[in-house]
């Protein structure tokens, strides 16, 4: 392993919010070089860099036999284990079968993605898990057409690459909004047009959007995973507007709206896993982007550490403290 990534996602975990068997390691955003493939593999071959999708389809489900596989509900990757049902570090799991948290990890071939050569082992790892997240939620799952409006609320990894999408996609205009000013000036240096200050109620803050985006944004990125800023999002659209929800709640959270404006508005809601991604095909070519400039996510990691800091930088996510902390091995 090169680099692995802190997603709000392992907090999740760490924090008892999702139920996940137990003993496990963490770490789902991550990128290495192969050193050594099983008998019959062909891709990836030894010495390649990867960057490691935590997202196997299963090859059966409805889903995946539509060609959805981001929806997989039976992805191995669920089980947290290699596909034969073994563990890789003797009965301790590998969190979504790749395990990133580790100096060295057992992986399914096929969440091994090959890399172009030339990009970052930081940006590789961030390729896995919030660049496709949120990269994907605009211009895949959304599919932002160009010229709408657009506003990310919650601005870590996720959110950013919400921005940097709609910023591709060629949105007219970009509102970030996040409780951390910090967040705020890192939004503008990726493309965010505008930025508000979520520090009042969300009364307040939904009349701002409003004010700014000429009634409403056309899409909300819900990028925090709380029911608050979900009921945020859906509040503020305008006649025909769509919510985007990416973050994702601890479970069993449940959030509510007025449903005669929604109806009668012809407002939508979508719910968007994985940025709808095809590793095989999105991470080498978010990786071209990232080479050609038009993703700037080494921006993004704005802290390099140690595995040993992993529970520091754990407090500081909880804080709101950083964009993407990345473990360097
Ligand atoms: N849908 C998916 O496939 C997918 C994939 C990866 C991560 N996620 C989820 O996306 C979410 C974000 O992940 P991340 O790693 O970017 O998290 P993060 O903790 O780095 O970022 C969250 C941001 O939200 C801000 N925030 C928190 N509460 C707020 C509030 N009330 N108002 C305004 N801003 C607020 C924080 O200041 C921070 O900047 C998590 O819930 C994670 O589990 C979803
Ligand atoms: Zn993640
Ligand atoms: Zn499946």
């Known amino acids: 392993m090169l680099a692995?990534?802190?997603?709000?996602?392992d907090l999740h975990v760490?924090?008892?919010?999702?139920?996940?068997?137990?003993?496990?390691?963490?770490?789902?955003?991550?990128?290495?070089?192969?050193?050594?493939?099983g008998p019959g593999v062909e891709s990836p071959r030894?010495?390649?860099?990867?960057?490691?999708?935590?997202?196997?389809?299963?090859?059966?489900?409805?889903?995946?036999?539509?060609?959805?596989?981001?929806?997989?509900?039976d992805s191995p990757s669920y089980r947290h284990t290699l596909l034969d049902g073994e563990t890789a570090f003797r009965g301790v799991r590998s969190y979504c079968a790749i395990a990133t948290m580790a100096e060295a990890s057992v992986v399914p071939a096929d969440a091994a993605i090959p890399l172009p050569e030339g990009v970052d082992p930081g940006a590789a790892a961030l390729i896995g898990c919030c660049v496709t997240t949120g990269v994907g939620a605009v211009m895949k799952t959304a599919a932002v057409p160009a010229g709408s409006t657009v506003a990310v609320i919650g601005l870590g990894g996720v959110g950013l690459s919400c921005v940097m999408g709609a910023v591709v996609a060629g949105a007219s205009r970009i509102v970030a909004i996040d409780r951390v000013p910090a967040k705020l000036d890192a939004a503008r240096g990726v493309g965010a047009t505008d930025t508000l200050l979520a520090d009042g109620d969300a009364t307040s803050t939904v009349a701002a959007l409003r004010d700014m985006t000429d009634g409403g944004p056309d899409f909300v990125f819900e990028a925090i995973g709380r029911p608050s800023t979900v009921e945020l999002a859906i509040a503020a659209l305008p006649v025909g507007g769509t919510a985007v929800l990416v973050g994702m709640t601890p479970v069993g959270e449940r959030a509510a709206f007025e449903v005669y404006p929604f109806v009668d508005g012809a407002r939508r809601i979508i719910g968007s896993n994985y940025g709808s991604a095809e590793p095989a095909i999105d991470f080498p070519r978010y990786a071209g982007w990232v080479l050609d400039g038009r993703l700037p996510v080494d921006s993004l990691i704005d802290r390099r550490i140690g595995l040993d800091d992993v529970e520091d930088a754990f407090q500081q996510m909880r804080e709101g403290r950083f964009v993407r902390q990345v473990i360097e091995f």
């Open 4 to 9: 692995s990534g802190v997603c709000h996602s």
């Open 14 to 37: 760490r924090d008892g919010e999702w139920d996940r068997p137990t003993p496990i390691v963490m770490g789902h955003e991550g990128a290495g070089i192969v050193e050594a493939v």
């Open 46 to 73: 030894v010495g390649e860099m990867v960057a490691l999708a935590w997202l196997i389809p299963c090859g059966v489900c409805r889903s995946c036999r539509r060609g959805r596989t981001w929806e997989c509900p």
